[in-house]
T-cell receptor, first 112, second 114 residues
Framework: SQQGEEDPQALSIQEGENATMNCSYK?????LQWYRQNSGRGLVHLIL?????REKHSGRLRVTLDTSKKSSSLLITASRAADTASYFC????????????FGKGTTLSVSS | DGGITQSPKYLFRKEGQNVTLSCEQN?????MYWYRQDPGQGLRLIYY???????QKGDIAEGYSVSREKKESFPLTVTSAQKNPTAFYLC?????????????FGAGTRLSVL
């Protein structure tokens, strides 16, 4: 079952602009993670935010989490062509022995 | 180099044939996972294993089988019962369930039907 739903499905921007992707989920979570996938490759972990955190930064990435609305956003500032990839949110459900649940992803295209 | 290795990169299956995808990790992780990814889609969980000699079905286990005889290895067999096996298969590992269950992924195997 896919718990995370990213929005938008696709996003096209120019280099230097900011990119914002949103993720909604359904059940209570331990944490929420964002991953990146370059075309035809495996996923790479970007950032993790715990359920008791509201905002986290890592370089040009900023993640927010609103557990009351069951939603998260990923902001990439000053985008570069190399940021072109698909971005997935994944939730770690608050249930023992369960795996991460991935959404369908947002495809970001950054043109120079 | 520490990491997770999937092989082969490309695999072709004939009608009625079983094929096995390899996944090996040297990260000393307890948990390993298999996902299927169809074009433009997210990841769907096939099987996962939290410890050696134990594994659980994911959302789309039908037509697939796994084994976990060693901590380092988690091979996936796509059986002839899987009628639509064409997809990108991703293996991942993590330290284990808990508050920081970060997954590390291999480069994937692309399976096609001849």
């Amino acid at each position: 079952s896919q718990q995370g739903e990213e929005d938008p499905q696709a996003l096209s921007i120019q280099e230097g602009e900011n990119a914002t992707m949103n993720c909604s989920y359904k059940t209570s979570i331990n944490n929420l993670q964002w991953y990146r996938q370059n075309s035809g490759r495996g996923l790479v972990h970007l950032i993790l935010i715990r359920s008791n955190e509201r905002e986290k930064h890592s370089g040009r990435l900023r993640v927010t989490l609103d557990t009351s609305k069951k939603s998260s956003s990923l902001l990439i500032t000053a985008s570069r062509a190399a940021d072109t990839a698909s971005y997935f949110c994944a939730t770690d459900p608050n249930q023992a022995g369960t795996a991460l649940i991935f959404g369908k992803g947002t495809t970001l295209s950054v043109s120079s | 180099d520490g990491g997770i290795t999937q092989s082969p990169k490309y695999l072709f299956r004939k009608e009625g044939q079983n094929v096995t995808l390899s996944c090996e990790q040297n990260l000393n992780h307890d948990a390993m996972y298999w996902y299927r990814q169809d074009p433009g889609q997210g990841l769907r969980l096939i099987y996962y294993s939290q410890i050696v000699n134990d594994f659980q079905k994911g959302d789309i286990a039908e037509g697939y089988s796994v084994s976990r005889e060693k901590k380092e290895s988690f091979p996936l067999t796509v059986t002839s019962a899987q009628k639509n096996p064409t997809a990108f298969y991703l293996c991942a590992s993590s330290i284990g369930p808990g508050s920081k269950n970060i997954q590390y992924f291999g480069a994937g195997t692309r399976l096609s039907v001849l």
